[in-house]
């Protein structure tokens, strides 16, 4: 570590100190909102970092937890850690335009580095930690990255196995020493030791520096992002600084973020969603951004630090309010009654509350008490007692889980973006929150939707290019800006709020000629804690069919409670009272599909509980843990057939990869289970 | 082997392995009328990784206990850091600077994970127990540097997450984790680690062989071990102890004893007439 470390004292309470921007906002008489001409001389995340060193030098721009305590770094000392950083760079041969890439979990060091590399006019290009050696060959030799920073031995030896294929790859610089003292040092170097010869070098470099940060304008590159897309290779968008900073300075005004929010990062440095957060309106705005000790200390680590402001994919809710129905089944009858009761009334007016609307007084009594005896405590064991904005994206979330974090009284919100936007497309503003629609245009977007009901944008935010694929480029971006998403929407006519309806290409035909819109069904079924994933098959087919993945944690737990003994994940996916519990479900949501006229069609004949989790490893997610349809489609062919033809039960081998690249195959026999489909009277539905 | 017994020695992968740390000379230790170890004699050089193995009942635990200081051989002499060590009690043991695990764990269940690793610097406090209990001037120090220290090896062994839980509720695998971290942080010069793989899957065997290398390399601790995994002791040592009925049948590199006959036999089992 740093000599610039504050330490706070061991053995007290590790909430880390909020200085003087705490929740309540400032004290102290610096002005924390932005002017909005600001804009003029900050063009780039570099100039961005000079300003918040000079107007908020003393207050916190990143925290670690570390060693079992919140180590802090304000942002003068930030600008220094980078800056010694980027004279490293130069001192090791970084040249204006070179790549870097960028490989590991959240930490300071790596939101340095990147700034690092802009400000010598190299370009970052951060990919995902847990990506395969054959992935990471491929995005790297893709963008020719001369230099990589990574986190520990682990992905040093990942590099080292892929090199021989990376023509244009020099450097590698780690963070953790750990095991590496015998490796050859020629073309590795430690990220101190890269700051230090920084610093060593600074009369000799600085003056490159400044001249090399003053050319960067706001159609430089900012970054370049690779997007691990549903099928095909990644494509690396190129992002400019006009996209990242007007992006983050409109959506930061659309939500009031100032220099005294917090954030968590904890999502993947290669998506998005945290460069826009964690590097845009962190630096616009000068809020501080914490990292967690490590991945399995996520939870405590959002507790303790009570962020502002939250931003997480559906699947992360989905865990959670997991979690608390897990606990609450092993709590005493007495509380858990309680917190039914509560609950109950939380769902009732919680929302209303939330968004302002009239609420009776005894509601509004009765919603208090129950924020002192559960919400409030429930709250803050999630680690959301602060939260003013939160925001849900990446997926559709399930009515019913988005539904339950509003009564709590949490804000919380959806917005629908890319990546090719820089995020932001449409949000949700304060006060019209609703599960089924992704809210409004946001600030600076318009959008346009075709007769095929495909939505179109442009933007400040939209994307320069896809690197090195002007092909792709052409067919996504017109001329004109607009720029085609691939998910088909529509606006409602009273509201103004956009809805989705799937992936353009995922939403088909049945064989009768009903509409096939396999998330909608999915996300129903996803719904039920049981059910961690779902999968719906049945374009241009006369009847639909599904596969299923159990959540282990929720069906393990009550394996536990019904003193069912299971030896592996397979042998519990296929126990028949799973089964039939996973097919009370389906069949609930069977009842619910065939409410709906257009989708009625879609209820599930048949369906299969897999032996295995569909995984991104294998291939059949991608690694922000969306289904690859056709992969999936195409790997499992003979469960399908079987789903099809009528078997009982389907016998097969799937090939496996572990996490460290070995591969395996297990080979299960799974049982078939038929489903009962409402009859629709508008439609045919085929006998079973 | 002779070229080896007196000074230090260059493993294949380049390590420097140092001078004789601890000798045992012709130990022999029964329980009444039952020889547990007969006239046995190795030595561990510091920084290297040594091994014994043996089959079940060859008394590879009851070397282990007289290193630590647990049994007294009836014959024989141990002699540690250049000096005959006179007769001890396990606690003057560890205060030489001798830690160890258990094979069956025996961590403070009721404790934290955070409290039991604390538990292992106890011999590096200096303050009595009402300096303590006032948690002023010295004594606060001395638990300031505790703890950090206690936090260095939980970041190690990466059990962060797990720092606050009561060791009870701790899955098996990570009981012997937490083991490990209580005696790294006795910052000893010779880690004693009994069966540190025992009932662990293939996975957890990896990621403990990972641990014990890393700690050796980092820390350069002199690790003797005993386990009963062929493959993994074959992997991890530098030398290896054989033993078969309290006797010692083979001494060498894991390559010398997957070689040596009696080992073979004893491995694979040969008529005893």
């Not at chain 1, 890269?194 to 940060?213: F, T, V």
């Not at chain 1, 945290?274 to 990292?291: E, L, R």
């Not at chain 2, 046995?40 to 009942?57: L, T, V, Y």
Request: hydrophobic share 40%; aromatic share 10%.
């Amino acid at each position: 570590m740093t000599a610039t470390l504050k330490q706070s004292r061991w053995g007290e309470e590790n909430r880390p100190d909020s200085g003087e921007f705490g929740p309540k906002g400032a004290k102290g008489g610096i002005e924390l909102t932005q002017s909005s001409e600001a804009t003029s001389g900050l063009a780039s995340v570099p100039a961005l970092l000079q300003r918040n060193a000079r107007e908020f030098a003393n207050k916190a721009a990143y925290r670690e937890k570390e060693f079992g305590i919140w180590q802090s770094w304000t942002w003068a000392e930030t600008e220094k850690e980078i800056e010694a950083l980027a004279l490293g760079f130069i001192n090791l041969g970084v040249n204006e335009g070179d790549f870097i890439a960028i490989i590991g979990r959240n930490r300071p060091h790596f939101y340095w580095a990147m700034v690092a590399a802009q400000s010598v006019g190299a370009v970052p290009v951060p990919l995902y930690q847990d990506a395969s050696a054959e992935e990471m060959a491929y995005v790297m030799e893709h963008c020719g990255a001369r230099f990589v920073v990574c986190q520990d031995q682990e992905q040093v030896d990942k590099v080292i196995e892929i090199q021989d294929g990376l023509h244009q790859f020099e450097h590698m610089i780690y963070v953790d020493p750990r095991g590496l003292r015998k490796y050859d040092h020629h073309a590795l170097h430690r990220f101190v030791d890269i700051q230090a010869q920084g610093r060593a070098a600074y009369y000799e470099w600085i003056e490159d520096l400044k001249a090399r940060r003053e050319k960067l304008t706001y159609d430089s590159t900012c970054v370049m992002l690779y997007t691990s897309g549903t099928t095909g290779k990644p494509k690396g968008v190129v992002l400019s600084n006009r996209n990242i900073i007007e992006t983050a300075k409109n959506a930061s005004e659309f939500d009031h973020l100032n220099a005294g929010d917090e954030i968590l990062a904890y999502l993947p440095m290669a998506w998005v969603g945290d460069f826009i957060f964690s590097v845009g309106q962190a630096y616009w705005t000068g809020f501080c951004t914490n990292c967690p000790e490590s991945p399995e200390t996520m939870m405590t680590d959002l507790r303790e630090i009570g962020p502002t402001y939250y931003f997480a994919p559906p699947r992360i809710f989905e865990t959670q309010l997991t979690n608390v129905m897990i606990r609450m089944e092993d709590a005493s009858p007495f509380k858990k009654r309680l917190f039914d009761v509560f609950m109950a009334h939380a769902k009732k007016v919680g929302p209303a509350i939330l968004d302002g609307k009239p609420v009776g007084l005894w509601d509004r009594l009765k919603y208090k008490i129950g924020d002192l005896a559960i919400y409030g405590p429930l709250k803050n064991t999630l680690g959301f007692s602060r939260v003013r904005v939160g925001y849900t994206a990446g997926e559709a979330i399930g009515p019913e889980i988005f539904e339950f974090y509003r009564s709590l009284g949490i804000n919380l919100k959806q917005l629908y973006g890319q990546t090719e936007a820089s995020v932001f497309i449409t949000v949700q503003p304060d006060g019209e929150v609703r599960a089924d629609t992704v809210g409004v245009p946001a600030k600076g977007v318009e959008i346009r939707i075709e007769e095929n009901g495909e939505i179109y944008y442009r933007s400040e935010g939209t994307f320069v290019e896809y690197y090195k694929n002007a092909e792709s480029t052409a067919s996504t971006k017109d001329a004109e800006g607009w720029v085609a998403t691939g998910d088909a929407g529509f606006f409602e006519p009273d509201t103004g709020h956009l809805r989705i309806i799937d992936r353009a290409k995922d939403v088909g035909t049945m064989a009768d000629g009903s509409l096939f819109a396999p998330k909608y069904v999915e996300n129903k079924l996803k719904f039920y804690p049981d059910i961690l994933e779902a999968v719906l098959f049945g374009n241009g087919k006369d009847r639909c069919v599904a596969f299923i993945n159990i959540d282990l944690t929720a069906v393990g737990n009550w394996a536990e409670r019904n003193n069912i003994a299971y030896a592996s994940y397979q042998e519990l996916a296929g126990h028949p009272k799973v089964l039939a519990s996973i097919q009370s479900h389906v069949e609930a949501v069977n009842e619910s599909v065939a409410q709906d006229e257009m989708l009625s069609g879609c209820q599930v004949h048949r369906f299969v509980v897999l032996h295995k989790e569909l995984d991104a490893d294998d291939g059949e997610m991608t690694r922000t843990r969306k289904v690859r349809r056709v992969i999936v489609a195409d790997k499992f062919k003979d469960i399908i057939d079987a789903l099809y033809d009528g078997s009982p039960q389907i016998s097969t081998t799937t090939e496996v990869t572990y996490e460290d690249g070995r591969k395996g195959a297990i080979s299960a026999t799974l049982s078939i289970v038929d489903a009962k489909v409402q009859t629709v009277t508008t439609q045919k539905v085929a006998a079973e | 082997m002779n070229d080896m017994s007196t000074e230090g020695y260059t493993t294949a992968d380049g390590r420097k392995i140092g001078g004789t740390l601890m000798e045992m000379k012709n130990i022999t230790l029964s329980f009444g009328g039952v020889k547990a170890i007969t006239d046995i004699s190795f030595d561990i050089k510091e920084g290297e990784i040594r091994a014994i193995i043996g089959p079940n009942g060859a008394g590879k635990s009851s070397m282990l206990n007289v290193i630590s200081g647990f049994y007294i051989p009836q014959q024989g002499e141990v002699w540690y850091q250049g000096a005959k060590r006179p007769q001890m009690r396990p606690y003057e043991v560890a205060r030489q600077g001798i830690a160890r695990t258990f094979q069956n764990i025996a961590l403070f269940d009721g404790m934290s994970v955070l409290d039991n690793v604390m538990t292992g610097r106890l011999n590096h406090m200096t303050t009595g127990l009402l300096a303590q209990g006032l948690w002023k001037g010295k004594a606060e120090r001395e638990e300031v540097e505790n703890r950090e220290r206690a936090e260095k090896i939980i970041d190690f062994l990466e059990i962060q997450a797990i720092r606050k839980t009561p060791v009870a509720r701790l899955p098996y695998g990570l009981k012997k984790r937490v083991e490990l971290a209580r005696a790294l942080a006795a910052e000893p010069s010779l880690l004693l680690l009994d069966e540190p793989m025992a009932g662990m899957n293939v996975e957890e065997k990896e990621d403990m062989s990972r641990f014990i290398l890393d700690v050796n390399d980092e820390f350069g601790t002199t690790i003797a071990l005993i386990e009963h995994d062929m493959g993994v002791v074959m992997d991890l040592s530098d030398r290896v102890v054989v033993m078969d009925y309290g006797k010692k049948i083979g001494d060498g590199t894991p390559d010398e004893v997957r070689n040596n006959q009696a080992v073979i036999d004893a491995y694979l089992g040969v008529s005893h007439d």
